[in-house]
């Protein structure tokens, strides 16, 4: 099973929700991570999680709020988007964090905010 | 330069070769890989390869690695309609860090 699991596929909220997206993998991997994607660009990291602890932060806004509840769940929580927050957005896991390996992808979350 | 460096559009016939190209920044880069991302899905890690590797193949696709002039290609024998799509490489550039080309849009035609 190499496969990372993103739920929902499709999100639309409002700037004064509040919801989460969520990843799982059951690879057994420890290292878990979140890009953003906008259209037609590449994905930009915004958090590492290694071991659970989060271990990189792309200078994300607060309004993003990432939450690893165990080694196979990884969620990320919204509060007060905006429009340009709209994007893509990927999980992706790996053995560790040294990235000598595969990196894996999930199916993303098609993220708007209206 | 500093970027990962892709050209942006490859279009070929059906059943001809493909070669997607790729200029990577850190000579030091561990693994280098190629991503393949369909129309609104995520991104399929194709493959990937070791620093320390000059070429590697899997089934239709070849990876040749240039590390003196940091020039990573992806070719795809045999092209069909389903190759179409967005792919990315990448470099590990360190710790946690993959840094993505702005991915090259292949465009399959019958």
Redesign the interface.
Known sequence: DTE?T?TPKHLVMGMTNKKSLKCEQHMGHR?M?WYKQKA????E?MF?Y?YEKL??NESVPSRFSPECPNSSLLNLHLHALQPEDSA?Y?C?SSQD????????????T?LTVV | GEDVEQSLFLSVREGDSSVINCTYTDSSSTYLYWYKQEPGAGLQLLTYIFSNMDMKQDQRLTVLLNKKDKHLSLRIADTQTGDSAIYFCAENLGYSTLTFGKGTMLLVSP
């Open positions: 990372v993103q290292a991570y037609k660009k590449p994905p990291l590492v290694s271990s990189i893509l990927l992706a964090g040294q990235l000598n390996t595969e990196a894996f992808f999930g199916q993303g098609r």
